[in-house]
């Protein structure tokens, strides 16, 4: 059985940082690829990150130079460290794996202006 645990969100100021894990069950994260998404209220869920067997990260636009996304293989956990946080960042995050087929919880992440 897979699961992803997401852990990390919560409440910060304009400028803060947090960081995100994603905890993997019953798929390695090191020969998949992993992804996270944010679904703001009101609007689709969008990809924010992804990174593939470990390496070859990839951002969208509006959290280049910003977020970072990261593996540690030896914990089966994929992490986003997000800086210069933005109210627009408001959202609750998800991870995915396996080409979105397993999706975690979700973690809420709220950026007050």
């Known amino acids: 059985q897979v699961q992803l645990l997401e852990s990390g969100g919560g409440l910060v100021q304009a400028g803060g940082s947090l960081r995100l894990s994603c905890t993997a069950a019953g798929i390695r994260i090191n020969i998949n690829t992993m992804e996270w998404y944010r679904q703001a209220p009101g609007k689709q869920r969008e990809q924010v990150a992804s990174i593939t067997n470990g390496v070859r990260p990839n951002y969208a636009d509006s959290v280049k130079g910003r977020f970072t996304i990261s593996a540690d293989n030896a914990k089966n956990t994929m992490y986003l460290q997000m800086n210069s946080l933005r109210p627009e960042d408001t959202g609750v995050y998800y991870c995915?794996?396996?080409?979105?087929?397993?999706w975690g919880q979700g973690t809420q992440v709220t950026v007050s202006s």
């Open positions: 995915a794996a396996v080409g979105r087929r397993y």
